[in-house]
């Protein structure tokens, strides 16, 4: 970025005010980083945060690609044309992490296997500072990463990481917003606002309502690309977006403790993301189911789509809360194969106020 378009550096961040500030100051050098995660996301963040730390270690599963980090400075399966900074290396992942000289750890796997990584690299983990960038709901726990993390390492120095951030954006250093949800120590947002200094960052203190807008905008967003497989002009594509936005706020009044989320990264700035934009998993899962190229029910595939696996989740706690949602409960019944699209998105219109 030119020296017209700079940002407060980090010294301004650890003053913790609300608004947003991309940090390109002075840093505050973390020597080493952890990343759990070789695949688009973990090698992505390990990429931007390699900027701020002296070294970044990303642990992985497949032994070819932690060669060709090692030999290559270069993650082949997934950004094959990208030379990764020198500073980012690579171990293999096993049943103990050698995280022992790593300040913070960067969690950066599918959310329906953090529970199981996190447990066996408990000990590991317990003095470490902790951010998850994986969106999910368990189920039937209906916790968050974070709440999972915390169960299994019992260590509260715990952030999140969510915004509007395709990984391969992230990687090539494009420009990009997120929220840092963390609450508690302040030494904790302040080492987590420099490391992610790379970022324009707001933050919130309600690290649950970060993690939630995850699992609501990629709800919404196969709710979307179902909507646009049966009605495509720009007039019916903006009202259902206004409809799932104004449905996801009255989720987030009932639940969060931040009452200025609705406008952070997090929120608005990740759910148009995900809704609109063809390259989203959530999205194209949603016209796949539409067109019938995806059968139902869904809700039990292998195939690692965010969404799918929550929305069930979001029913449930939208009825522990009273809380009416008619469009995500119309994405349930498509993936359970309760309806056909058209039926159901036709339902919707009649409902809608």
């Known amino acids: 970025m030119?020296?017209?378009?700079?940002?407060?550096?980090?010294?301004?961040?650890?003053?913790?005010?609300?608004?947003?500030?991309?940090?390109t100051g002075a840093v505050l050098m973390i020597s080493k980083?952890?990343?759990?995660?070789?695949?688009?996301?973990?090698?992505?963040?390990?990429?931007?945060?390699?900027?701020?730390?002296?070294?970044?270690?990303?642990?992985?599963?497949?032994?070819?690609?932690?060669?060709?980090?090692?030999?290559?400075?270069?993650?082949?399966?997934?950004?094959p044309g990208l030379r990764l900074n020198p500073n980012?290396?690579?171990?293999?992942?096993?049943?103990?992490?050698?995280?022992?000289?790593?300040?913070?750890?960067?969690?950066?796997?599918?959310?329906?296997e953090v529970r199981s990584?996190?447990?066996?690299?408990?000990?590991?983990?317990a003095g470490k500072f902790l951010v998850t960038v994986a969106k999910g709901l368990e189920y039937p726990s209906l916790k968050t990463m974070s709440e999972i993390i915390r169960d299994e390492t019992g260590n509260?120095?715990?952030?999140?990481?969510?915004?509007?951030?395709?990984?391969?954006?992230?990687?090539?250093?494009?420009i990009a917003g997120a929220t840092i949800g963390a609450g508690g120590d302040p030494s904790l947002r302040a080492t987590i606002s420099d490391l992610f200094g790379e970022f324009i960052l707001d933050f919130s203190d309600d690290i649950r309502a970060v993690e939630l807008c995850g699992v609501l905008k990629n709800v919404y967003a196969i709710g979307t690309g179902m909507w646009d497989s049966v009605y495509s002009n720009h007039n019916e594509h903006y009202t259902f977006l206004n409809m799932c936005y104004k449905e996801m706020c009255t989720f987030l009044r009932a639940i969060s403790l931040d009452e200025g989320i609705f406008t952070k990264f997090c929120c608005f700035g990740d759910f148009n993301l995900t809704a609109n934009v063809d390259k989203s998993r959530n999205r194209t899962l949603g016209l796949m189911v539409g067109k019938k190229i995806v059968k139902t029910p869904?809700?039990?595939?292998?195939?690692?789509?965010?969404?799918?696996?929550?929305?069930?989740?979001?029913?449930?706690l939208a009825e522990n809360h009273d809380i009416d949602m008619p469009i995500a409960r119309f994405v349930y019944d498509v993936l359970s194969g309760n309806n056909n699209v058209r039926e159901s998105v036709d339902g919707l219109i009649r409902k809608a106020p």
């Open 156 to 174: 509260p120095n715990m952030a999140c990481f969510s915004g509007p951030t395709f990984a391969d954006e992230i990687a090539y250093g494009h």
């Open 298 to 316: 869904y809700l039990e595939s292998g195939v690692t789509f965010e969404g799918s696996r929550s929305v069930k989740g979001i029913i449930e």
């Open 2 to 23: 030119d020296g017209d378009r700079r940002y407060p550096g980090p010294q301004v961040c650890r003053e913790h005010r609300g608004h947003s500030r991309r940090c």
């Open 33 to 79: 980083v952890g990343v759990i995660g070789a695949g688009s996301m973990g090698t992505a963040i390990a990429q931007s945060i390699s900027r701020r730390a002296g070294e970044v270690i990303v642990f992985g599963r497949r032994q070819a690609v932690v060669d060709s980090i090692n030999r290559d400075n270069c993650n082949s399966r997934y950004f």
């Open 117 to 125: 990584i996190v447990s066996a690299a408990h000990e590991d983990l």
């Open 88 to 112: 980012i290396r690579a171990r293999l992942m096993g049943d103990r992490l050698d995280v022992v000289d790593c300040a913070a750890v960067v969690i950066a796997v599918p959310s329906s």
